[in-house]
């Protein structure tokens, strides 16, 4: 009897190590994503209608989802946004897939976090060109939206703290688990090929995991663009000082996360690099001085396009329509014909 | 046996008149809408994908879902749409649910069906102002793309006859079932209130119905806008005479759909109607003759609220990303700046 159980236990001892050894997580500067954890599916829902919804707009024809673009990797893939009545935007939009982990919002980190960015474009002359005020009277005046704050807030009015809440709570949701390289890193020696591997270790041992680690392949920290050569660039950004005042911080912009970088394309805060090639070199020569072959180049690359991972899944949202007390779009105003 | 076989029979006899009775469908001038019958899955999971892609436009920012919003009731709730750099558009951009019923597409009915109007805005300059030939560019550079048309088209070469009839299948599952009204139709007498019953036996008594029948409530004719009275407005639309070449046919517009209206406003070619109460009242006023109380347009209206139906449910697509050999979106032309 005791023979017995000493060699059931010796075989479920082999066993736990047999698995543990296939899925052994590895200890690399780059951690696995996550699955986002639900804390409260009616806000996430309500957040949802609020990012996918225009008339948080002046002209009725601009959503979150405009310039951040769910089905397109969370941005709008140009250069610089389109904002209200076609204005070109300063600065290249940051994907919002995994924005959650920044240490900051926007490029220079002036919101901190997803909550105080949201407020951001709505009431930007320059973006969405409404106001907090009239966003509100949108939502107040269309009954379902009334009934959905009053659900999700159990409050009566509806204020924008609650709006820019839902919408962060939506955006919490959009993280991109499952990515190749994360198979990878928890164990799956098979997940990447020789190629993405010797990518990776090119990555790492160039330095470029200085900057782009965690769980979000950057996004963590502040560092200066143009380490050992100058940025050549038309953007009048210039970052972080923006914000901090601080004259040590010119130049100095948020690291973005390499998460899903094959969809984000253009690159840098400016848009300036047009393909995955462009920037591993400009960052190799500025930020390392490194003049990374075309092998090398590429070896980096097919280890970047490993980062993609599980894109946002959920149903298109439908919204209530507005009522005769909606306040309206205005696209074209009279005015602005004349400029 | 026999005495039992005849009460059986007599019993289900019984059953049937019961549930027919509570059951019959309605013989009315406005017949219910039948749920979608998706012929080919693959291709209308590739036409959504058209459909939600921006870069079928020049600026890259522009699809069919940004005039034709399917979490707006498949309008954009415009009095006209924002077409390429900020262009107004001359028309109010009519609803793509239900379209597959309409008897010709554009107010003007130029496109005979939902195929031949599919490749219209993408290369009208005042909309998505690209070109077909770029349009196959840009898909032919995306490895997914091709092997999806291959997939579907069982060819090797993408042409826009294959992109327009994608859009084209995906569109026809855009119907809208299951409204009060259906139910009310296919005989739950409870589905409708009295006071939306008053309506409708009002709309078909003062002759809405004349246009307004069928599934669709309206698509299935071209009728003058303005019969009894000149109808005022600003827009230099003339309707069916751009295509029929008839001077009768001036000031002829096809008839919209009143399905799903509550979410489609504003309304008529010009967008000037800014209520469903506005709409009534013009219409009453300029095609019958009649002017309705403040009751009647108030019943009328109910009732129109009834036929919105089942919106739209799917999941957002994801587009594949472009790659080093797509053409670029070139939303803000240099030669654009001087203009």
């Known amino acids: ?77 140009l250069q610089t946004s389109i904002g209200d009545h076609w204005q070109q935007g300063p600065i290249n939009a940051p994907t919002v897939l995994n924005s959650s982990m920044n240490v900051a919002q926007f490029w220079d980190g002036r919101a901190k976090d997803l909550k105080a960015q949201a407020g951001g474009p709505i009431a930007n002359p320059g973006e969405m060109a409404f106001t907090h005020e009239l966003a509100i009277k949108v939502l107040d005046s269309i009954p379902a939206y009334k009934e959905e704050f009053k659900t999700v807030f159990k409050k009566d009015a509806i204020d924008i703290g609650m709006v820019t809440d839902a919408i962060a709570a939506f955006e919490e949701t959009l993280v991109t ?17 020789e190629k993405e591997l ?16 965690g769980a979000a392949v950057g996004g963590n ?36 996360t390499l998460r899903n970088v094959e969809m984000t394309y253009p690159y840098f805060h400016d848009g300036a ?3 995955l090639e462009d ?11 490194k003049k990374f072959s075309d092998e090398e180049t590429g070896n ?33 105003p009279k005015d602005a014909a004349a400029k």
């Not at 010797?198 to 680690?213: E, Q, V």
């Open 1 to 77: 009897m005791k023979a017995q159980i000493l060699m059931v236990s010796l075989f479920a001892l082999g066993l736990a190590t047999a698995v543990a050894a296939e899925t052994t997580p590895k200890d690399e500067p780059i951690k696995p994503i996550e699955a986002a954890v639900v804390k409260d599916a009616g806000m996430v829902e309500l957040g949802k209608k609020l990012y996918f919804d225009p008339r948080l707009s002046k002209s009725g024809a601009i959503s979150c989802n405009s310039c951040h673009n769910l089905s397109m990797g969370g941005t709008d893939n």
């Open 221 to 256: 920290s502040f560092q200066k663009m143009g380490v050992v050569e100058p940025y050549k660039t038309d953007s009048k950004a210039e970052g972080l000082v923006a914000v901090s005042k601080q004259d040590a911080d010119r130049f100095k912009f948020k690291v973005p």
């Open 198 to 213: 010797a990518g990776y270790k090119l990555f790492k041992d160039s330095g470029c995991t200085a900057c782009h680690n």
């Open 177 to 193: 688990p499952d990515s190749k390289f994360d198979q990878w890193l928890k164990g799956d020696d098979k997940a990447l090929s």
């Open 300 to 332: 980096i690359v097919a280890f970047l396009k490993t980062l993609t991972g599980k894109q946002p899944d959920f149903k298109l949202p439908v919204m209530a329509p507005s009522t005769n007390d909606t306040p309206r779009p205005d696209p074209f």
């Open 273 to 275: 690099a047009k393909t």
């Open 279 to 289: 920037a591993v070199h400009t960052m190799g020569q500025i930020q390392l001085g």
